[in-house]
């Protein structure tokens, strides 16, 4: 059973850069079956996606982050990572790493169990 | 990027109650529309997939319907572990893939 873990600074300062990394065990992240996201959740408030990396090495992004935002892949290590720059309250949330299943599916079936990012100063 | 809204944003019910909460898209997404389940301080549980289909696990008083731009969740004897927070989402063409903005099932 595919599992995913999230890992990061947890506080960070106004206009730093945020690096997460979300290891997966159980599973290939080199694989056609899966798309690996970013999804973020500000406290009290909904869920926003945020990126998806596919094993070819290309990855998606939401549009209103496109700019700071990047998502790569390090197979060697079996982990994908986040890096989002410039930083600001707002930015301030939940992370969770989920792994997307394509096919019929096309569904988010596993999560991690998310980490806190706190922006302040 | 397509709009997902749901109604309501929070509701308040009993146990044993039938539940229904509804997805809308901003144009249509096939069945490409799945539900999630979030409790506190948790990370969110897939329920449904394909907009209709179970996830392995998940209790039967769940459901799903829809196609297009309408989709429901229903939950049929509203059981006390139920009281959370669902997420429709939707996974058509290309991402972003975006979330509604969720539904709180509250005790009555």
Not at chain 2, 32 to 51: D, E, R, S, T, V
Request: proline residues 5%; hydrophobic residues 30%.
């Amino acid at each position: 059973q595919v599992q995913l873990h999230e890992s990061g600074p947890g506080l960070l300062m106004p206009s730093e850069t945020l690096s997460l990394t979300c290891t997966v065990s159980g599973d290939s992240i080199y694989s056609n079956n899966y798309y690996w996201s970013w999804i973020r959740q500000p406290p009290g408030k909904g869920l926003e996606w945020v990126g998806a990396f596919f094993y070819t090495g290309y990855s998606y992004y939401n549009p209103s982050l496109k700019s700071r935002v990047i998502i790569s892949g390090d197979t060697s290590k079996n982990q994908f990572s986040l890096t989002l720059t410039s930083v600001t309250a707002a930015d301030t949330a939940v992370y969770y790493c989920a792994r997307l299943v394509r096919g019929t599916d096309y569904s988010f079936d596993s999560w991690g169990q998310g980490t806190l990012l706190t922006v302040a100063s | 990027d397509i709009q997902m809204t749901q109604s309501p944003s929070s509701l308040s019910a009993s146990v044993g109650d039938r539940v229904t909460i509804s997805c809308r898209a901003g144009q249509s997404i096939s069945n490409f529309l799945n539900w999630y389940q979030q409790k506190p301080g948790k990370a969110p549980k897939l329920l449904i997939y394909a907009a209709s289909s179970l996830q392995s696990g998940v209790p039967s008083r769940f459901s799903g319907s829809g196609s297009g731009t309408d989709f429901t969740l229903t939950i049929s004897g509203l059981q006390p572990e139920d009281f959370a927070t669902y997420y429709c989402q939707h996974t058509y063409s290309t991402p972003p893939w975006t979330f509604g903005q969720g539904s709180k099932v509250e005790v009555k």
